[in-house]
DNA sequence: CTATCATTCAATTGATCTATTGATTCTTGA
DNA sequence: TCAAGAATCAATAGATCAATTGAATGATAG
């Protein structure tokens, strides 16, 4: 061994890293945070975990590099630390759904079939966006979408979409999409829509992603 | 939410691929198990654990999904399950690399002073290699340099390359690889021949991943 | 300066993880 | 069948981690 002390060293920090990634709630804090900056109260509200025990997993994950954060006024942001973190998650979902048997199995059951319409992959759809072929639906919160959405994009929160179906055109082919590959929001969307006759499919990968490969998007500053 | 459990179970389930990453030792195991596959003992020399311990290890890593293994004889082989696997560990070193201001660091002081010599990138080498303008010198010891290496490369075990120098042609550029982007061994050949005035250079990355990015590679066996 | 809100800190308990030890299973060769 | 090597299992003690609670900090409005 030329130097097992660096190298030691190297594998410990590099664990650390391992370790933010090891709990779930973690995880969906990252999920969460790759739709943009967020405060801590906001945070603790979607994930359902009390103010102090959200904090206190922020703070590992700054520890670990994956996320920063900074004071605003009277409150804390959060965000992710960079696109290579995005990139990172995107790994570990790879991985768990090719070689974890109850990922692929949960997803298979609970996702796959009503996503026998292929998703549309991110570069065709910008093309399609351009030319005004596709009317572009954003499921997510009024929050997330004001914070950052696809060019020309409608939102309407899953909630609402039954009671503005008259807003979508029914010629038009529809495609929505929402916080990520693995967000059920927009299957949902999907499936809804097609039982009302719809022709509508789902954006591969959700906003985030979106964002990190360069495409334009539009934010409210 | 529209479907709080599934998401959990989900992000339970990628948790898991994370507490498999969150421990060095792990770590180590799975660098060691890039080069290609390994037996329990091996793995517990090389890695300085006992073999109780490896195995342990080892059976927590396959119910992650990580790694796979399989019996041969009295022994058994472990394997990474796939070259996702490696994309991943890549992106948790890039990130690590980036956000965690000690990994940065360790890897300034200790590796790049070494490397000023900027490493060759993988694509120019194979056309260098078929032109045999450059000697390729392995300097992983003699049993993962049998596993497979590079076409026509030579196996200087790092401690016999002062002894085996005039087995290189000082009038050749010298390229040396060895286990991964972080493998002290190939920074140390690099930096023993420039001592000696050898034109001397470092490959980008290690076996590994040129054997992933689908590289032509000698295997015995 | 005080009151209030957002966030963090500190301390506790219960749970999970790790390395070691010694026994056990599984396979091969005699 | 038996003995030996390889790997795993089971049990333990020490360490680390997670969620809760209540107190403390830091910033803003009045």
Same mark, same amino acid.
């Given at each position: ?21 090891s709990h779930p709630n973690r995880l969906e804090l990252l999920e969460f945070l790759a739709q943009g900056p967020r405060g801590v ?33 009277? *409150?804390?942001? +959060?965000?992710?630390?960079?696109? =290579?973190? /995005? ?8 991985? !768990? &759904?090719?070689?974890?048997p109850d990922v692929d199995m949960l997803v298979r059951d609970h996702l796959d079939p009503r996503d026998a319409m292929e998703p ?58 929402? *916080?990520?590959? +693995?967000?059920?929001?927009?299957? =949902?969307? /999907? ?8 022709? !509508? &499919? ?20």
């Amino acid at each position: 061994m030329s130097s097992p002390t660096i190298k030691h060293q190297l594998l410990t920090q590099f664990a650390r890293l391992g370790k933010a990634l090891s709990h779930p709630n973690r995880l969906e804090l990252l999920e969460f945070l790759a739709q943009g900056p967020r405060g801590v109260d906001e945070l603790a509200g979607v994930s359902g975990l009390s103010v102090a025990n959200t904090s206190q997993h922020l703070q590992q994950l700054r520890q670990s590099g994956l996320v920063e954060s900074r004071r605003q006024g009277q *409150r804390v942001y +959060y965000q992710l630390a960079g696109d =290579d973190v /995005v990139s990172l998650m995107d790994a570990l979902r790879r991985v !768990a &759904r090719q070689h974890l048997p109850d990922v692929d199995m949960l997803v298979r059951d609970h996702l796959d079939p009503r996503d026998a319409m292929e998703p549309v992959p991110l570069d065709q759809l910008l093309a399609r966006i351009r030319n005004g072929e596709v009317t572009v639906v954003d499921v997510r919160p009024e929050a997330e979408f004001r914070a950052g959405h696809l060019p020309g994009a409608l939102n309407i929160p899953l909630e609402e979409l039954e009671t503005r179906l008259t807003q979508i055109d029914p010629e038009r082919e529809v495609i929505a999409y929402c *916080r990520g590959p +693995y967000c059920v929001l927009a299957y =949902d969307a /999907v499936y809804r829509l097609r039982e009302r006759g719809y022709r !509508a &499919r789902r954006m591969e990968d959700g906003y985030p992603e979106w964002k990190t490969a360069g495409m334009p998007v539009e934010e409210t500053g």
